[in-house]
């Protein structure tokens, strides 16, 4: 979910190491990238990313079951 996140807000160009137009790196792979980075991403680029993520948490209707969220 992390990688679709970043997908989402167009993070996903930062990752691709060519000029294809198609995802060269799937979603899962993307997301543990961007885990592996967290430490030492941009604070801007962390925060974008995170809010992504957030809100696709909060659209997710197994998350929000699970962390007792409500749908915006």
Do not use: C, H
Not at 5 to 11: I, N, T
Not at 12 to 17: G, I, N, P, S
């Amino acid at each position: 979910m992390l990688g679709e996140a970043g997908e989402a807000v167009g993070l996903d160009r930062v990752l691709k190491t060519n000029t294809s137009k198609r995802r060269t790196m799937s979603l899962l792979r993307q997301g543990m990238r961007w885990y592996e980075l967290i430490e030492t991403m941009p604070e801007e680029r962390l925060l974008t990313l995170m809010t992504s993520f957030e809100r696709m948490l909060r659209e997710d209707a197994l998350f929000q079951g699970f962390l007792g969220l409500e749908a915006e």
